[in-house]
């Protein structure tokens, strides 16, 4: 299994971007998928998840509202779509993937086998 993020970049306070997550070598539809993010010195958090087989999409209270998550499973892709973006939401985003884990525990990170390589964000003031 691989994933690769994309769709990170340098953006003013307020403005928007969609973030990419391709997958291969899985059955897409059959796992779970999330985004989480790290800032520097801070732990990872839960930033978005989605797990189609229940229907479950879960988001961060930081990001609610702001950010929507979504997966076009033609493409083996999922998106992140980041409005309002806050300086506060400067990070390096991961995509995770899990085909085993329960709804219950979409937002724990130590749940999910599979992970991107990151892609940074930054929002400036």
């Known amino acids: 299994v691989q994933l690769q993020a994309s769709g990170g970049g340098l953006v003013q306070a307020g403005g928007s971007l969609r973030l990419s997550c391709v997958a291969s070598?899985?059955?897409?539809?059959?796992?779970?998928m999330a985004w989480f993010r790290q800032a520097p010195g801070k732990d990872r958090e839960f930033v978005a998840a989605?797990?189609?087989?229940?229907?479950?999409?879960y988001y961060g209270d930081s990001v609610k509202g702001r950010f929507t998550i979504s997966r076009d499973n033609a493409k083996n892709t999922m998106y992140l779509q980041m409005n309002s973006l806050k300086p506060e939401d400067t990070a390096v985003y991961y995509c995770?993937?899990?085909?085993?884990?329960?709804?219950?525990?979409?937002?724990?990170?130590?749940?999910?086998?599979?992970w991107g390589q990151g892609t940074q964000v930054t929002v400036s003031s």
């Open positions: 995770a993937a899990d085909a085993n884990i329960i709804s219950g525990r979409l937002g724990v990170s130590d749940d999910y086998d599979y």
């Open positions: 070598g899985l059955i897409f539809r059959r796992y779970a």
């Open positions: 989605n797990k189609l087989s229940s229907g479950s999409t």
